[in-house]
């Protein structure tokens, strides 16, 4: 392929992802279910975990749900193209989580949208992030200290499971979610951290 054409491959990939990722499914579902703006309670965060936090645990499972495949649908659509094409769109679906235009660009924390990505791009590096997720979480209740932990192991096991440029990707993903976490970080080193089912 061209490299004019690879470039425009991989614009699309990322405009695509970023599209996608933009989609508010925490924000949309708690309004058809009347419960009002999930911003205004707990961490004010549009993600799974705050919803949760309304009680309804279907709504939280649903927006989990919407936020991992909108990430994993905008990486096999752009893989269509080729693999540049795929990773710039697991990247824009991210940053549209993350920074969704319709919201002010104040969005998400990006953990179920990494996990949609990582999906599509490896499902053995899913295994090992869910794997540490789901310790974790058992046994301490922290959401945000389970997403921390196993975010920052994927780019190791996506690099031992021979994948350097999907490794590379993920570092830049894991790094953003960090950045996003900066103040569940702090609040864990303080105690005050919400627990997993804590209501808002």
């Given amino acids: ?18 599209i ?37 645990k279907g709504l939280a499972a649903a927006t989990l749900l919407g936020d991992a495949l909108k990430g994993t649908a905008a990486v096999l659509v752009a893989r269509n193209l080729s693999e540049g094409p795929a990773l710039a769109a697991g990247l824009g679906a991210f940053l549209g989580h993350l920074f969704p235009v319709w919201l002010g660009f104040k969005g998400g924390k990006g953990v179920a949208t990494f996990i ?8 053995p590096a899913l295994g090992a992030f869910a794997a ?11 959401s945000s200290l389970a997403a921390l932990a196993a975010s920052a ?15 590379v990707l ?5 790094s953003l979610l960090w950045w996003k976490h900066a103040p569940n970080i702090r609040r864990l080193a303080s105690g005050t951290e919400g627990r997993i089912g ?3």
Avoid: H
Avoid at 116 to 123: C, D, I, K, M, N
Avoid at 153 to 167: D, H, I, N, R, Y
């Fill in 20 to 56: 996608l990722g933009s989609i508010p499914f925490g924000l949309i579902l708690t309004r058809f279910a009347g419960l009002g703006d999930v911003r205004a309670i707990g961490s004010g965060n549009i993600g799974a975990t705050n919803v949760l936090r309304t009680g309804r």
């Fill in 153 to 167: 192991a994927t780019p190791l096991v996506l690099w031992a499971l021979g994948a350097p440029t999907q490794a």
């Fill in 116 to 123: 949609g990505v990582l999906l599509a791009f490896s499902p």
């Fill in 198 to 200: 804590q209501k808002g």
């Fill in 132 to 142: 540490i997720w789901l310790g974790l979480a058992f046994a301490l209740k922290y």
């Fill in 1 to 18: 392929m061209p490299p004019d054409l690879v470039t425009l491959a991989a614009l699309v990939g990322l405009v695509l992802g970023y």
């Fill in 170 to 174: 993920f570092l830049i993903l894991a």
